[in-house]
């Protein structure tokens, strides 16, 4: 990036507002009133265009199905180590954390996204641990790996959900959450639960926006 912002939580702070999920109730994130002037500001505030939109500043679809999905049945993350991958506003991660997990590690590229985590862990009262590299290909040992909205782009979609289906083999639990993205390998996939999610028409072409939850399917 061509230039920083010296203070990213103040910035955060300054441009979001603290508000329950409507699907999660029970967590409450710092979220946008809309997506493009915080894009602009954001764009502003770097000295540079043609920048990422700034996923960590809204409750995505997957994420808030997937976060759903973990509060209800605790025993998919509880006692064990996490991965939130594609992480934003740390909603999964949160989730993860007050289902009973060891400990979680939010993983996104966007240096306001780690921000937004701590931020947004430190207003639900859980400590994630947020890691700003590509963990695409890697694996630390995760017992549960957390991934939503992440197939809305063609070559993304394939390299995550190869490295997803990969770690799945070697015994990890993963759960995807997507509300019909583009590029989901269905075919490879099982769904698993099913959510009505509210949405603005901002960021979704519908108000309850239909959303699963996905696990990789046993090899035959």
């Not at 954390?97 to 862990?121: H, Q, R, T, W, Y």
Request: aromatic fraction near 6%.
């Amino acid at each position: 990036m061509s230039g920083r912002i010296k203070d990213p939580v103040a910035f955060i702070r300054a441009e979001t507002r603290l508000r329950p999920v409507p699907l999660v109730p029970e967590i409450s994130l710092h979220v946008a009133d809309e997506a493009v002037p915080i894009w602009h500001r954001t764009e502003e505030e770097l000295g540079e265009l043609g920048l990422p939109p700034p996923f960590w500043a809204f409750a995505w679809a997957g994420g808030q199905a997937l976060a759903r999905h973990v509060l209800d049945h605790p025993e998919l993350v509880a006692g064990g180590r996490v991965l939130d991958f594609a992480s934003g506003s740390g909603l999964v991660g949160i989730a993860a954390m007050k289902a009973g997990a060891l400990e979680v590690d939010c993983a996104d590229i966007d240096p306001f996204a780690l921000s937004a985590i701590a931020l947004n862990g430190d207003a639900n009262g859980v400590a994630l641990t947020p890691v700003g590299e590509d963990l695409i290909g890697r694996d630390a040992g995760w017992d549960t790996v957390l991934a939503g909205d992440i197939s809305y782009e063609r070559e993304l979609a394939e390299r995550v959900h190869g490295w997803l289906s990969a770690l799945a083999r070697r015994g990890a639990r993963v759960l995807i959450g997507d509300p019909g993205r583009t590029y989901l390998p269905k075919e490879t996939l099982e769904r698993i639960a099913e959510y009505r999610v509210p949405m603005t028409r901002e960021l979704e072409d519908m108000e309850i926006k239909h959303t699963s939850v996905w696990r990789p399917r046993a090899p035959a």
